[in-house]
C-alpha cells in the first residue's frame, strides 16, 4: 500500500537551473509533509517541511509546495548547485500519528 | 563525534543465524528508532523507544526484538535470519517522539543474508 509516491526514480538537472521534484499522496489524512535529503553511505537529514494549513513554504534555495486538492506536493530548488546531488525523499503523516509514511526516493543529479 | 553511530555498517551472514546491530546516540536526545529501508526503497518505521520505552512496534516479526540498556542506545538482535530480511537499516533519534524534522540518522547497515 504505497501511500506516498515518488514516480520519478531519478532527475538530472543543469547546475543554475530549477529542479523540481514531486510526490503524490493517497491518504487524505496526511496533514504534515517534509523532504529529507540523502548522500551515499549516510542517513538521511530533514530539509524542509509543510503543513496543510499552507500551500508553499521557503527556506533559502528551497521551496516546498502542496497542492492538497491533488494530493500532490513538490520541492523546487532554485538555483541547483552540485552539493544537491543526492536522493530526496518525501515523507508524510498526519495528526495524532508520529509515523512518518516515506516515499521511495529520487535520485538528483546535478550537471556542472 | 559522530551523532548517530551504528555498527556494523555491512553485515552479511547466512540464513538462520542470529545478528545483532548496535546503536548509539551522543545527542542526548529521549527517543530511538529503528527503520528499514528494503529492496524496493521504501524507508519504513519499525520501532521507536522513549526513555528506553517502547512507543512504536509496527508489524514486524518477532524474530526482531529490539533492546534499550539506556537512552543513549537502541540495539537490535535479529533471530533466525530469513533472506527477506536483507535490507539497510536506519537507527535514528529525536530529542521528542515524534518530532521528525529534527530527527538524525545513523548512515545505515547494509544486511546481506545469503
Known amino acids: 500500500d504505497q501511500q506516498v509516491k515518488q514516480n520519478s526514480p531519478s532527475l538530472s538537472v543543469q547546475e543554475g537551473r530549477i529542479s523540481i521534484l514531486n510526490c503524490d499522496y493517497t491518504?487524505?489524512?496526511?496533514?504534515?509533509f517534509l523532504w529529507y535529503k540523502k548522500y551515499p553511505a549516510e542517513g538521511p537529514t530533514f530539509l524542509i517541511s509543510?503543513?496543510?494549513?499552507?500551500d508553499k513554504n521557503e527556506d533559502g534555495r528551497f521551496t516546498v509546495f502542496l497542492n492538497k486538492s491533488a494530493k500532490h506536493l513538490s520541492l523546487h530548488i532554485v538555483p541547483s548547485q552540485p552539493g544537491d546531488s543526492a536522493v530526496y525523499f518525501c515523507?508524510?503523516?498526519?495528526?495524532?500519528?508520529?509515523?512518518?509514511?516515506f516515499g521511495t526516493g529520487t535520485r538528483l543529479t546535478i550537471i556542472p | 563525534d559522530t551523532a548517530v553511530s551504528q555498527t556494523p555498517k555491512y553485515l552479511v551472514t547466512q540464513m538462520g543465524n542470529d545478528k545483532s546491530i548496535k546503536c548509539e546516540q551522543n545527542?542526548?536526545?529521549?527517543?530511538m528508532y529503528w527503520y528499514k529501508q528494503d529492496s524496493k526503497k521504501f524507508l519504513k518505521i519499525m520501532f521507536s523507544?522513549?526513555?528506553?520505552?517502547?512507543?512504536i512496534n509496527e508489524t514486524v516479526p518477532n524474530r526482531f526484538s529490539p533492546k534499550s540498556p539506556d537512552k543513549a542506545h537502541l540495539n537490535l538482535h535479529i533471530n533466525s535470519l530469513e533472506l527477506g530480511d536483507s535490507a539497510v537499516y536506519f537507527c535514528?533519534?529525536?530529542?521528542?517522539?515524534?518530532?521528525?524534522?529534527?530527527?538524525?540518522f545513523g548512515s545505515g547497515t547494509q544486511l546481506s543474508v545469503l
Open positions: 523507544y522513549n526513555n528506553k520505552e517502547l512507543i
Open positions: 515523507a508524510a503523516r498526519y495528526f495524532g500519528n508520529e509515523k512518518l509514511t
Open positions: 509543510i503543513s496543510s494549513i499552507k
Open positions: 545527542l542526548g536526545h529521549d527517543t
Open positions: 535514528a533519534s529525536s530529542q521528542e517522539s515524534g518530532d521528525n524534522e529534527k530527527l538524525f
Open positions: 491518504n487524505s489524512m496526511f496533514d504534515y
